[in-house]
T-cell receptor, first 112, second 112 residues
Framework: DADVTQTPRNRITKTGKRIMLECSQT?????MYWYRQDPGLGLRLIYY???????NKGEISDGYSVSRQAQAKFSLSLESAIPNQTALYFC???????????FGPGTRLTVT | DQQVKQNSPSLSVQEGRISILNCDYT??????FLWYKKYPAEGPTFLIS?????DKNEDGRFTVFLNKSAKHLSLHIVPSQPGDSAVYFC???????????FGKGTLLTVNP
């Protein structure tokens, strides 16, 4: 089984709808992250959490919110989706110290 | 302001030859650098990393070189194989937090 899972893998939604993307991990890591990838722009950090009680904004948090329900679960919400939030969304986790992040398979979100 | 730059959007090499992917950074506080590989429809996967106390790190066919004075790092793949065809992201973090800043990526195509 994958260490980092994301649901759904694909989602099409309409402008103005609320949508939640979910991430679960079995690596036992405290740190979790949400990124979005747009063509030609690389990965940009939306939110990150270093433990259940710690939530921090990344470089592009406007229009998004997150919830860290447990060490293993980190959800990203779009309260009112807009077309320019169409992107690939990735969840990631990391362990102690400066270390690599492990990414989920991604969610392709389309807002029409 | 882009702190991690990958100035070549794409690179094409012949199988068996060397692939060299380049990355420049502007933030002198960065002290840990990573390379990720990404196939279509998958999340990025960690490839290799280097701490700022080193100038070279090697793992099989992959070697990363760091030139701190030039704020430049490169990834060498020798010999290149068709399965190496993917988008490669350079990433960096500083010692005060564990966030990663990513470059925009370079699409490597290895031709048989």
């Amino acid at each position: 089984d994958a260490d980092v899972t994301q649901t759904p893998r694909n989602r099409i939604t309409k402008t103005g709808k609320r949508i939640m993307l979910e991430c679960s991990q079995t690596k036992g890591h405290d740190r979790m992250y949400w990124y979005r990838q747009d063509p030609g722009l690389g990965l940009r950090l939306i939110y990150y959490s270093f433990d259940v009680k710690d939530i921090n904004k990344g470089e592009i948090s406007d229009g998004y919110s997150v919830s860290r329900q447990a060490q293993a679960k980190f959800s990203l919400s779009l309260e009112s989706a807009i077309p320019n939030q169409t992107a690939l969304y990735f969840c990631a986790t990391s362990g102690g110290g400066p270390s690599e992040q492990y990414f989920g398979p991604g969610t392709r979100l389309t807002v029409t | 302001d882009q702190q991690v730059k990958q100035n070549s959007p794409s690179l094409s090499v012949q199988e068996g030859r060397i692939s060299i992917l380049n990355c420049d950074y502007t933030n002198s506080m960065f002290d840990y650098f990573l390379w990720y590989k990404k196939y279509p429809a998958e999340g990025p996967t960690f490839l290799i990393s280097i701490s700022s106390i080193k100038d070279k790190n090697e793992d099989g066919r992959f070697t990363v070189f760091l030139n701190k004075s030039a704020k430049h790092l490169s990834l060498h793949i020798v010999p290149s194989q068709p399965g190496d065809s993917a988008v490669y992201f350079c990433a960096a973090s500083d010692g005060s937090n564990y966030k990663l800043t990513f470059g925009k990526g370079t699409l490597l195509t290895v031709n048989p």
